[in-house]
């Protein structure tokens, strides 16, 4: 939501959205230095939570990250990876996120692991980023990864997943996260998936960012699921009762239903 104006706030709450998780990400353009990091770090810890407080009454928590896609520019990578640990001790701060791969590099790689390590060490919820281009093999690389290296897997979720991934990630015991946007997968798609797997560990985000997205895209879901003929405790399932179970895993989400 750091992209978005305070009425989208209000228009969020105004849908039924009393609580949300932001990650950190990609900011749209590449960052250079490790202090941008720090402050953009800050930036949504302290002023979002801030102003989703005031402009909505909406409780706002963070996920603290590096963003696979900055992981390429490895020294300023390893500086800002190496300060990771102190902002998983802020209050907002309920996990690792979004780490994982957009190139599938070496460097991604590198960093994917290490930040893996911090939430294990820590016992935090992760959210992992599926890449862009050649999803499938992407996701089967993270898969692998997250079995070598003996992670719980049900303190991770697995975003961004699509028609083409989701048979990689059902053979895990992690969450399984669908971004509701466009280019990526469309709500309706989405939903075809959950009638064919089913609910258990699934999760809808809605994305928030600089390109074309919508913020209410799963309350949006919801009532499409709704009139598609759900049963509203399923439903209730996929967009409340899944996800504040996961992040319910931190210690410091303390949202009270």
């Known amino acids: 939501m750091v992209s978005r104006s305070a009425d989208d706030y209000r228009r969020a709450r105004r849908a039924g959205i009393e609580c949300c998780i932001e990650p950190a990400f990609w900011s749209g353009q590449d960052k250079h230095n490790a202090?941008?990091?720090?402050?953009?770090?800050?930036?949504?810890?302290?002023?979002?939570?801030?102003?989703?407080?005031?402009?909505?009454?909406?409780?706002?928590?963070?996920?603290?990250?590096?963003?696979?896609?900055?992981?390429?520019?490895?020294?300023m990578a390893e500086e800002v990876v190496d300060r990771i640990p102190e902002y998983l001790e802020r209050d907002p701060v309920v996990g690792v996120g979004e780490i994982g791969?957009?190139?599938?590099?070496?460097?991604?790689?590198?960093?994917?692991?290490?930040?893996?390590?911090?939430?294990?060490?820590?016992?935090?919820?992760?959210?992992?980023?599926?890449p862009h281009t050649d999803k499938p093999s992407g996701t089967e690389r993270i898969v692998e990864i997250i079995?070598?290296?003996?992670?719980?897997?049900?303190?991770?979720?697995?975003?961004?997943?699509?028609?083409?991934?989701?048979?990689?990630?059902?053979?895990?015991?992690?969450?399984?996260?669908f971004t509701l946007y466009p280019g990526k997968i469309e709500t309706e798609s989405a939903i075809d998936l959950l009638e064919e797997y089913g609910t258990d560990n699934m999760i809808f985000n809605s994305a928030?960012?600089?390109?074309?997205?919508?913020?209410?895209?799963?309350?949006?879901?919801?009532?499409?699921?709704?009139?598609?003929?759900w049963d509203r405790e399923d439903v209730r399932k996929v967009v409340f009762e899944n996800p504040y179970e996961f992040f319910d895993q931190s210690p410091n989400f303390d949202y009270e239903a």
């Open 208 to 229: 928030a960012d600089w390109d074309p997205s919508d913020p209410l895209a799963v309350p949006k879901a919801r009532d499409m699921m709704l009139d598609r003929g």
């Open 147 to 177: 079995e070598e290296m003996g992670v719980t897997q049900e303190r991770i979720i697995i975003d961004h997943n699509t028609e083409h991934t989701i048979d990689i990630s059902t053979r895990t015991d992690c969450w399984i996260g």
């Open 101 to 130: 791969f957009d190139q599938v590099t070496d460097d991604e790689e590198w960093a994917f692991r290490r930040q893996l390590e911090i939430a294990e060490d820590r016992e935090l919820p992760v959210i992992i980023h599926t």
């Open 35 to 75: 202090g941008s990091f720090f402050d953009y770090f800050e930036q949504i810890i302290e002023h979002e939570t801030d102003r989703a407080e005031r402009a909505a009454g909406m409780d706002h928590y963070v996920t603290i990250g590096l963003e696979p896609k900055e992981a390429n520019y490895r020294d």
